[in-house]
């Protein structure tokens, strides 16, 4: 297993006047604080020993019903709360995927680059990878093609991030989107499509999710309270249509931890239930967050010698750059210097092969930050590249 150069690097950050770009937190100052500790008062008053008590495995009705109507809604599906299984984090759920999927040594499908976190819990369970190529529209379906034409055995299943992608703030394009599911279909090959961040869409439209086209083959969908409630509740949630991957889940689950914790649950839908006081709560992460990458790419465009090239991501929480000819873990090391910090791009290459890239993350830090940071970083890149 590999140490995450992430959760070591929020050692750095605790710092007070180092300037992270490298965390993937939300912005502490947007908890709904006050919000949570009424609807705590009110499930406490309301369901007493209930919400303290043990639960079932797959969640507490009342937010298995929330995530399908909410899933149903906004991606197209028909989910029914039985297709739901609650988990802690969606970081569980990619674990008991590759728990009940992978055998040792079996393939895996990972966009190159891909999220750190997922790369984590498939080494686990010592999973090989095969990558496919990606560009501003996300996977390249041609890529995609070759690799399982290629693949010596059928790979288990590929891990998608289709939605401003962690690390890339990159979106598989509509017009791909239909085609990465034929593809898969075609190969017998089941598809995670990982989504945490579709909510945080600062422009244009939703995109259909992969899981809402019809298909024979096993889609599995993920997605979390962290992004838009809090990542301290760990309420997430897998979604599939594939009864008996469901019921695995479901074992897998209960050997795992028996249930996530009912509380957090019962205060989670509390919350979302009211649902004007929610959804103003996602529109107000929506645009602080739509102006923080503004200012960010801004500050980029104002600053950056020509050898840094960067994108202007729709959504989410992060933004891809990459330096011409420089190592930037060498540039980690001058930054933390001047302290600020960022998550070089190698590890998010399974064959960590790929050494120029750099996620920058714009939803922790407020605007002044945001500028002195990549003023500071420019002049860490100028330094090493002079
Ligand atoms: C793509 C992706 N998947 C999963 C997770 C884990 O989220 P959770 O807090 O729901 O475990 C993250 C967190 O940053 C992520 O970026």
């Known amino acids: 297993m590999r140490a995450s150069t992430i959760r070591e690097m929020l050692r750095v950050t605790q710092q007070p006047d180092v300037i992270s770009f490298g965390g993937g937190l939300p912005a502490p100052e947007l908890f709904p604080i006050d919000e949570i500790a009424t609807c705590t008062r009110e499930v406490m008053d309301e369901y007493g020993p209930q919400a303290l008590q043990y639960s079932v495995t797959s969640g507490i009705p009342e937010m298995r019903e929330w995530v399908a109507r909410r899933l149903d809604a906004h991606l197209g599906t ?3 709360p039985d297709d739901v ?3 802690n984090g969606s970081q569980q759920g990619l674990d008991l995927i590759a728990r009940i999927f992978l055998d040792p040594g079996d393939q895996v499908v990972l966009e190159n680059p891909s999220y750190l976190g997922a790369i984590q819990a498939f080494d686990a369970y010592q999973a090989r990878y095969l990558t496919v190529e990606t560009d501003e529209g996300g996977v390249v379906p041609e890529s995609l093609e070759r690799v399982l034409a290629r693949a010596e055995s059928r790979p288990k299943f590929v891990y ?3 939605n401003f992608q962690n690390p890339t703030g990159r979106t598989l394009a509509a017009e791909r989107r239909e085609a990465v599911v034929r593809i898969c279909e075609r190969y ?3 598809i995670v499509e990982d989504d945490p961040y579709g909510e945080l869409r600062f422009e244009g439209d939703h995109l259909r999710a992969l899981v809402s086209y019809k298909t024979t083959e096993t889609i599995l969908y993920s997605g979390t309270g962290s992004k838009i409630m809090a990542p301290g509740m760990r309420v997430a949630w897998l979604a599939t249509y594939d009864r008996e991957v469901r019921e695995k889940l479901v074992l897998a689950k209960q050997g795992a931890d028996l249930q996530s914790g009912t509380l957090a649950q019962y205060v989670f839908a509390r919350y979302v239930g009211k649902n004007e006081a929610f959804e103003e709560h996602v529109a107000t992460i929506v645009r602080v967050y739509r102006e923080r990458r503004n200012v960010m790419h801004a500050a980029l465009q104002a600053h950056m010698p020509a050898q840094v090239h960067f994108n202007r991501p729709e959504g989410g929480m992060f933004l891809w750059a990459t330096v011409d000819g420089v190592d930037t873990e060498e540039l980690l090391k001058l930054s933390t210097a001047q302290k600020v910090v960022f998550v070089p791009g190698r590890s998010f290459y399974p064959q ?3 050494t120029n890239g750099m996620r920058l993350n714009f939803s922790n830090a407020g605007e002044e930050k945001i500028r002195q940071g990549i003023e500071r970083l ?7 590249l002079s």
């Open 78 to 80: 028909s989910f029914e």
């Open 85 to 87: 299984l609650i988990v």
């Open 160 to 162: 998608l991030v289709p």
């Open 188 to 190: 017998g090959v089941a």
């Open 352 to 354: 960590r092969d790929i």
């Open 378 to 384: 420019s002049d860490s890149i100028r330094t090493l």
